[in-house]
Nanobody
Framework: QLQLVESGGGLVQPGGSLRLSCAAS????????IGWFRQAPGKEREGVSC????????NYADSVNGRFTIPRDNDKKTVYLQMNSLKPEDTAVYYC?????????????????WGQGTQVTVTS
């Protein structure tokens, strides 16, 4: 059974850093593009970042570009979201998602498999 499990969320002060992990099981991660999404209370879900199956191509939302990175380790079946210089507006539930892909990735929500999410709260 294909499963994605996020971890690493928590409470952090503005300017701080967090690293989220998305652990995959039940499928070969190397065949899938992975996206990170977030949803804040009262707002629509938005794409934050994504990585192609090899990690060679990545995309970032304008709001996080230059602050977040999305490394992946296919051998460890894990994709990360490294978040630096966090702002209060980054507060949200963060989800990872997977879609079978031959190349590239998208920040749209055309992903087939989703994790349960992890809460990130940025506050002083």
């Amino acid at each position: 059974q294909l499963q994605l499990v996020e971890s690493g969320g928590g409470l952090v002060q503005p300017g701080g850093s967090l690293r989220l992990s998305c652990a995959a099981s039940g499928f070969t991660l190397a065949y899938y593009a992975i996206g990170w999404f977030r949803q804040a209370p009262g707002k629509e879900r938005e794409g934050v970042s994504c990585t192609s199956r090899s990690g060679g191509r990545t995309n970032y939302a304008d709001s996080v570009n230059g602050r977040f990175t999305i490394p992946r380790d296919n051998d460890k079946k894990t994709v990360y979201l490294q978040m630096n210089s966090l702002k209060p507006e980054d507060t949200a539930v963060y989800y990872c998602a997977a879609v079978y892909s031959l190349s590239g990735c998208s920040l749209g929500d055309s992903y087939d498999y989703w994790g349960q999410g992890t809460q990130v709260t940025v506050t002083s």
